[in-house]
């Protein structure tokens, strides 16, 4: 047991070198990300087009909100460090950006699909997927147009774009989005659409925009989340012996094998591009389910939130903001140790815990085919 420990101790260490120190000597030497995503991989979006994002946000790494919907770094920006690359810049961002390694199309609470209402009305960001698409061939071409001999160090080569790498990590707000409202069995009736979607967004950047590889990160466990406990209808009979509901779990399992059939379909339809399936719900599920064995004291129970209890997360109440419960004045405060948590807010991850995620990003263990980024 205590060699065990050991290597544990030996494993951390390393990958903590690994992940706070940008790389040089990745295995894929890629000029540039090209991300499309919701709250999971937006740098600040959001916030860029709705500013009002608060401390404790970014309290871990950033030390002051940064955009992230975490305490510190995303997947994204350990992925960008890995390739030895500066932070992706928001699309949406007047201020600050740097374009020359790529640009975050990302926005929080993003979907695949177009929404039928708005933001004031349901909280869904008007950014979907399809809008994301057509920024991208909007920023392409307006670097043809100003950067043609590349000399502008803010903005890109013109060859960047059939070199880069595209990542799609977007999905989970199709699949929660309506899941109070229509139930499981409601909500699997438009997967099929989130799942092609996807593909064609693919298939445009191939042939438009002269894309070759992508990364299709595939969806979280659901029911392992704070929020989603606290808020979604279910009996105690339907959680598993880590305090999951299987309910839930099982049918983002079953869009997730979807999604994988989904592109080994296209694969045959795009001969020269490389098509990474990524398998992040595993090592999520893995940290949910088993967090002491990955060095956190806490799973299903989030870091910031109002209440305390099993997965302190009350929705009257989010992360940051106070408000007047039964007369009484209550704010969401963030814990003092936000890297023993796997859960940042209820919703999102820790940076403690994207780091691990990112990790097995990098080293390929997750993706098929295997592709390792180091």
């Known amino acids: 047991m205590r060699h065990n420990f050991s290597i544990f101790l030996v494993s951390m260490f390393l990958l903590v070198l690994l992940l ?3 790389s040089t000597n990745a295995k894929c030497s890629f000029p540039g990300i090209f991300n499309f995503g919701d709250s999971n991989s937006d ?25 992230r919907a975490s ?12 390739l030895g690359m500066p932070f992706l810049s928001p699309y949406l961002q007047s201020i600050g950006t740097n374009f020359r390694h790529g640009a975050n199309f990302a926005t929080l609470a993003s979907t695949v699909l177009l929404p039928n209402t708005s933001l004031f009305v349901s909280g869904i960001s008007p950014f979907s997927l399809a809008i994301q698409l057509n920024q991208m061939k909007e920023f392409r071409t307006r670097v043809l147009e100003i950067n043609p001999q590349g000399n502008n160090h803010r903005l890109p080569p013109k060859d960047i774009f059939n070199k880069s790498l595209y ?3 977007i999905g989970q707000n199709d ?15 438009y997967l099929p659409q989130v799942a092609s979607q996807i593909a064609y967004t693919i298939k445009d950047i191939y042939s438009e925009l002269g ?28 959680l598993d012996m880590y305090g999951c509901m299987m309910s839930y779990n099982n049918a983002v399992l079953d869009y997730n094998l979807m999604l994988k059939d989904t592109l080994s379909q296209i694969r045959d339809q795009l001969p020269d591009a490389t098509l990474v399936y990524v398998d992040t ?40 903001n106070s408000k007047i419960i039964d007369g009484k004045h209550v704010t969401a405060n963030a814990c003092e140790d936000p890297d023993k948590y796997v859960s940042w807010d209820g919703i999102h991850a820790t940076e403690a815990a994207n780091k691990l995620v990112a990790w097995a990003v990098l080293n390929g263990s997750i993706s098929d085919p295997v592709f390792p980024l180091f």
């Open 20 to 22: 706070i120190t940008p």
């Open 43 to 67: 740098t600040g979006g959001f916030w860029a087009a709705f500013p009002a994002e608060r401390y404790p946000f970014g309290m871990t790494y950033f030390k002051k909100p940064s955009g």
């Open 71 to 82: 305490d510190g770094r995303l997947v994204i920006d350990f992925l960008a460090q890995g």
């Open 167 to 169: 990542i799609f990590d």
């Open 175 to 189: 699949f929660t989005g309506n899941l109070a409202a229509l139930g499981i069995q409601g909500v699997k009736q």
């Open 211 to 238: 894309g070759r590889t992508f990364m299709v990160f595939n969806l979280a466990p659901i029911g392992c989340f704070p929020a989603f406990l606290t808020e979604l209808p279910h009996n105690t009979s339907d």
């Open 281 to 320: 719900h595993s090592i999520k599920l893995k940290l949910f389910q088993h967090p002491k064995d990955h060095g956190f004291l806490y799973g299903t129970k989030a870091c910031c939130g109002y209440g305390d209890g099993e997965y302190n997360f009350n929705r009257k109440v989010y992360c940051g």
